[in-house]
């Protein structure tokens, strides 16, 4: 049975989508006004990975994840940058797909971008006014945040408390527009230059909040299965969403709501942001960090906790993917030798593991308790591929386990060039399995640094030298 840790009710609940055997999920997207970094790319990947997961419990998920490509930080960087915003929004939308491609993030089911909703935000403003939920002045229009009774229910805060906070950051031209400090922006009046849509109530654009209610019951309906994000968002972006959504369908707007925790990184683990200028793009790690690393890396934390960033946690990651890899290489290059059919002993193990993988992350996605059972099955394939007789369909099926579990984690496993076929590679082998037999070690660690050298790494195994190629 599968559960999730539901951030609005503070519980974890049983996992029960509206129409059985379908998900709605809908997962807040960046802001494409730069290269996504890491901390970002965190969200991406955790519900990347549930979806994943989802998919292989037979669900069919309609993901939807945004772009927002207009916001004042748009429009700064694309005047910093002397094109529009639009130019500026297709170049980082081009970057974010290749990014996310790299590590191996499928593409949502639709990427809707606000500009391409205009039409549909404004009849859904028009119609929080015309239910006396928003009011409009001199060309803004904004939500009033305490006519929403639950207002604060999804950060867990009163909405005297969340005024305190707010107030602090509300400029006094807000001060003056606004009838409360907690009301927010639904509506934007254009300032000279900036780009703009003809509204009821003038030249302007979206706020950041009313863009997610819209595109998310536009293409998921009123009342969505999950709605994904990191915790930042909890307030005041999801609360927000959440005010709008329902104060204008008058259903309950989300069943599950789902947060990821953030990327930490220095010796204080100090959250990874841009307003910090402590961030480290997915555009720039990929050309130093093999991507299956670092989506590997990501992935296997489960995602409510924090993962803390850091070269040694990386090398960590190598060396643990290296190892199942190496696990998928064993089973391929006993097929050579492998008798024909299968083994009944084998397969019932394999039952159990993936029962206890699905056990593991059933428990509100707990990647980390279902990498531990894919490690014991790497383990399990390593002792059966060093026996004297196998079983061909044996392995094949240890193989296809391995290679199914493992790219609920987004990683793909293929087969390594293992044959012996290279002439100069093999002169070397017997020229280093001759030296061993004359006690020759000199010259046979010799060989052995010279392959390693141009990327060859050798394996003694009871059936015979091997070797597997490796990214220098």
Same mark, same amino acid.
């Given at each position: 049975?599968?559960?999730?840790?539901?951030?609005?009710?503070?519980?974890?609940?049983?996992?029960?989508?509206?129409?059985?055997?379908?998900?709605?999920?809908?997962?807040?997207?960046?802001?494409?006004?730069?290269?996504?970094?890491?901390?970002?790319?965190?969200?991406?990947?955790?519900?990347?990975?549930?979806?994943?997961?989802?998919?292989?419990?037979?669900?069919?998920?309609?993901?939807?994840?945004?772009?927002?490509?207009?916001?004042?930080?748009?429009?700064?960087?694309?005047?910093?940058?002397?094109?529009?915003?639009?130019?500026?929004?297709?170049?980082?939308?081009?970057?974010?797909?290749?990014?996310?491609?790299?590590?191996?993030?499928?593409?949502?089911?639709?990427?809707?971008?606000?500009?391409?909703?205009?039409?549909?935000?404004?009849?859904?403003?028009?119609?929080?006014?015309?239910?006396?939920?928003?009011?409009?002045?001199?060309?803004?229009?904004?939500?009033?945040?305490?006519?929403?009774?639950?207002?604060?229910?999804?950060?867990?805060?009163?909405?005297?408390?969340?005024?305190?906070?707010?107030?602090?950051?509300?400029?006094?031209?807000?001060?003056?527009?606004?009838?409360?400090?907690?009301?927010?922006?639904?509506?934007?009046?254009?300032?000279?230059?900036?780009?703009?849509?003809?509204?009821?109530?003038?030249?302007?654009?979206?706020?950041?909040?009313?863009?997610?209610?819209?595109?998310?019951?536009?293409?998921?309906?009123?009342?969505?299965?999950?709605?994904?994000?990191?915790?930042?968002?909890?307030?005041?972006?999801?609360?927000?969403?959440?005010?709008? =959504? &329902? /104060?204008? !369908?008058?259903? @309950?707007?989300?069943?599950?709501?789902?947060?990821?925790? +953030?990327?930490?990184?220095?010796?204080?683990?100090?959250?990874?942001?841009?307003?910090?200028?402590?961030?480290?793009?997915?555009?720039?790690?990929?050309?130093?960090?093999?991507?299956?690393?670092?989506?590997?890396?990501?992935?296997?934390?489960?995602?409510?906790?924090?993962?803390?960033?850091?070269?040694?946690?990386?090398?960590?990651?190598?060396?643990?993917?290296?190892?199942?890899?190496?696990?998928?290489?064993?089973?391929?290059?006993?097929?050579?030798?492998?008798?024909?059919?299968?083994?009944?002993?084998?397969?019932?193990?394999?039952?159990?593991?993936?029962?206890?993988?699905?056990?593991?992350?059933?428990?509100?996605?707990?990647?980390?308790?279902?990498?531990?059972?894919?490690?014991?099955?790497?383990?399990?394939?390593?002792?059966?591929?060093?026996?004297?007789?196998?079983? =061909? &369909? /044996?392995? !094949?099926?240890? @193989?296809?386990?391995?290679?199914?579990?493992?790219?609920? +984690?987004?990683?793909?496993?293929?087969?390594?060039?293992?044959?012996?076929?290279?002439?100069?590679?093999?002169?070397?082998?017997?020229?280093?399995?001759?030296?061993?037999?004359?006690?020759?070690?000199?010259?046979?660690?010799?060989?052995?640094?010279?392959?390693?050298?141009?990327?060859?790494?050798?394996?003694?195994?009871?059936?015979?030298?091997?070797?597997?190629?490796?990214?220098?």
């Amino acid at each position: 049975m599968l559960t999730i840790y539901n951030t609005l009710t503070r519980k974890q609940e049983e996992f029960k989508p509206q129409t059985p055997g379908v998900v709605n999920m809908y997962v807040c997207g960046p802001t494409v006004y730069n290269y996504i970094h890491i901390g970002n790319a965190r969200s991406a990947i955790a519900f990347d990975t549930v979806r994943r997961y989802l998919e292989f419990k037979g669900y069919k998920v309609n993901y939807v994840s945004n772009f927002t490509d207009v916001d004042d930080k748009m429009i700064k960087a694309a005047h910093e940058q002397g094109i529009t915003v639009p130019q500026l929004a297709d170049k980082y939308i081009k970057a974010f797909m290749e990014d996310t491609k790299a590590i191996n993030i499928e593409p949502a089911t639709m990427h809707p971008r606000a500009t391409e909703n205009i039409p549909e935000i404004i009849e859904f403003v028009q119609g929080l006014i015309e239910k006396g939920y928003a009011y409009e002045n001199d060309g803004d229009v904004y939500y009033r945040a305490r006519k929403f009774k639950h207002y604060g229910q999804l950060s867990g805060q009163s909405i005297d408390d969340l005024e305190v906070g707010a107030s602090e950051h509300v400029s006094a031209d807000e001060v003056n527009k606004k009838e409360d400090p907690m009301d927010f922006a639904l509506w934007k009046a254009a300032k000279p230059g900036e780009i703009s849509w003809d509204s009821p109530w003038g030249k302007g654009r979206p706020g950041w909040h009313i863009e997610c209610s819209v595109m998310s019951t536009k293409y998921l309906g009123k009342t969505i299965d999950i709605h994904g994000g990191g915790q930042d968002l909890e307030f005041p972006h999801h609360e927000n969403e959440i005010a709008q =959504s &329902e /104060a204008e !369908t008058g259903q @309950k707007f989300v069943r599950y709501w789902m947060h990821n925790g +953030f990327v930490t990184i220095g010796k204080d683990n100090e959250k990874m942001s841009k307003s910090l200028h402590n961030f480290i793009t997915v555009h720039d790690i990929i050309k130093r960090v093999d991507p299956q690393v670092l989506r590997f890396f990501m992935a296997t934390t489960q995602y409510r906790r924090p993962i803390q960033y850091s070269k040694d946690n990386l090398i960590d990651a190598k060396n643990n993917l290296e190892h199942i890899q190496t696990a998928f290489d064993n089973l391929t290059y006993r097929q050579g030798d492998a008798q024909e059919g299968n083994d009944s002993v084998v397969t019932e193990k394999l039952a159990d593991f993936r029962q206890a993988f699905v056990e593991a992350m059933d428990d509100d996605i707990n990647v980390q308790n279902g990498i531990t059972v894919v490690y014991e099955l790497v383990k399990y394939a390593n002792v059966y591929a060093q026996q004297d007789q196998v079983k =061909s &369909e /044996a392995l !094949t099926e240890i @193989k296809d386990l391995i290679a199914e579990l493992v790219a609920i +984690f987004g990683v793909k496993l293929t087969a390594s060039n293992n044959e012996l076929n290279d002439d100069h590679i093999q002169a070397l082998i017997d020229e280093r399995n001759e030296a061993r037999k004359n006690k020759d070690f000199a010259r046979s660690d010799q060989i052995r640094d010279e392959l390693k050298n141009q990327g060859i790494i050798l394996e003694d195994t009871p059936q015979g030298t091997r070797f597997k190629r490796v990214k220098k």
